[in-house]
């Protein structure tokens, strides 16, 4: 039974979906107004590994994961890089794609970007200024009331009745003060900041405030009530916290049933992020010699919810511990069973909201069980990363390079002729190039060290 923790009822809860055998997941998506950072990355590993496992027990996923191509940052940056948001946002979105590739992450069933969802944002807007939830600011945009949502606070464990609220306060900037609560855009009407970026619509000319985005591109895919939504701790609030007021005013119903947060990568124990100047890419990773499935592998190794800090040590580490566990798994023969013991274990280890530290931990287990037959460990290997997605179905034995190609022919001959001073000596040297021989039935093996 998968346990997992829910941001809304503080509890961990058994995981029950809405109509059997089926999840409707949606996932916040990036900001295309730059390339993501590692931290950022985390978001989208962890939704990678919730999808991959609900799949891995059988469920079918319908995984939503929208693009912001527009709010308060893109339109800011579009505009300084003369460029058009369209351009300039559908660039970084490639880029998102070709790194989210890279790191294994699986596509999403749908990847929705904002600025073809306009309609939908404005009918929501409509909607809620029907019902009462919204009104119209002097400045033309349209605010939702939190006041007139009762429960407004309850994802976050925000109080109202404690927040000095005295004086009707109200914001249009996408992202707000954390310790307040203030009435918040739901359409931002057009001003010089904007550029040439607006739509003439029903409501005004202007553009969607970024809460309204999520609302109504989940609700779109998805239906107004679904299972599970996802997203780092920093979207909690105000951004989830509005999500949930606008869809339930307009539905009259629950939104989600599970929400889960990542916790944040810090480095240096302060959180990574591009306002702090100290984050890093992928790029950066992959200069200094490591790739991304390495990152991936080192954040595995915690849960989730636990806060991690950045070490290049920590990543040195785990690169070479992927480097082991590929040339283990390569000599494995093919043709077992999956091992139902340490399935379980996995198994285990995952329904505890998805511990993937013990899941790794029992993927080395296994690999070091000498009871269990080599066969059977390729299999259950094999199984376990369809969820953990370090890629080790597509590990192949390298072809090695022409001069270690040419040293192995002399050991050849050396061995034919019952030299084995030279074959020890030329073995000898190819480890010192970085290789590894195996002699077998078929011929001499090579594997990178
Ligand atoms: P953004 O593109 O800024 O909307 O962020 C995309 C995702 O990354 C969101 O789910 C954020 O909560 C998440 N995120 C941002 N910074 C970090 C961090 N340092 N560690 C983990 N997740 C983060
Ligand atoms: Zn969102």
């Known amino acids: 039974m998968l346990k997992l923790l829910n941001t809304l009822t503080k509890k961990e809860e058994v995981f029950k979906p809405i109509k059997e055998g089926h999840v409707g997941l949606y996932s916040c998506g990036p900001t295309v107004y730059n390339y993501p950072h590692i931290g950022n990355y985390r978001a989208f590993i962890f939704a ?78 409509e909607e809620l200024l029907e019902k009462g939830f919204a009104y119209k600011g002097d400045d033309g945009s349209v605010y939702f009331d939190i006041k007139k949502f009762k429960s407004y606070g309850k994802l976050s464990g925000l109080d109202l009745e404690k927040i000095e609220n005295n004086t009707k306060s109200r914001i249009k900037k996408d992202e707000y003060d954390k310790e307040n609560a203030e009435d918040f855009a739901l359409w931002k009407a057009w001003d010089q900041n904007d550029g040439d970026v607006y739509w003439d619509t029903p409501i005004g000319r202007g553009r969607p405030g970024w809460h309204i985005e999520c609302s109504a591109m989940s609700t779109k895919y998805l239906g107004d009530h679904f299972d599970i ?7 909690t609030f105000p951004h989830h916290e509005n999500e949930i007021a606008q869809s339930e005013c307009a539905s009259g119903h629950k939104f989600v049933n599970y929400w889960l947060h990542n916790e944040h990568l810090l480095i240096d124990g302060k959180k990574m992020s591009k306002s702090l100047k100290n984050d890093y890419r992928l790029k950066d990773l992959q200069e200094k010699g490591f790739s991304p499935i390495d990152y991936r592998y080192w954040l595995l190794q915690a849960n989730y919810k636990t806060i991690v800090n950045f070490t290049w040590e920590g990543l040195s580490a785990s690169s070479n511990a992927l480097k082991k566990l590929k040339s283990y798994y390569l000599n494995l023969p093919e043709g077992g069973k999956i091992n139902e013991q340490y399935k379980n274990l996995f198994d285990e280890a995952m329904n505890d909201n998805l511990n993937t530290g013990e899941a790794l931990a029992t993927l080395w287990k296994i690999i070091k069980d000498e009871k269990v037959k080599d066969e059977e460990k390729k299999a259950t290997i094999l199984k376990f990363d369809t969820v953990l997605g370090l890629g080790i179905k597509d590990w192949k034995k390298e072809q090695a390079p022409e001069n270690i190609l040419k040293l192995i022919e002399a050991r050849n001959l050396a061995r034919k002729e019952k030299n084995w001073q030279e074959s020890d000596r030329i073995r000898e040297e190819i480890k010192n190039l970085g290789y590894k021989i195996k002699d077998t039935e078929s011929g001499t093996e090579v594997f990178k060290l």
């Open 48 to 125: 990678d590994i919730l999808k991959r496992y609900l799949k891995y027990i059988g469920y079918d996923v319908m995984h939503v994961m929208n693009i912001t191509d527009i709010d308060d940052k893109t339109i800011r940056d579009s505009i300084a890089r003369g460029e058009s948001l369209l351009d300039f946002t559908e660039f970084y979105t490639k880029e998102f794609n070709r790194e989210l590739k890279d790191l294994n992450i699986e596509p999403a069933t749908k990847q929705p970007k904002a600025t073809d969802h306009i309609k939908e944002m404005v009918q929501m807007t």
């Open 229 to 235: 939504h996802t997203g780092g701790v920093d979207l």
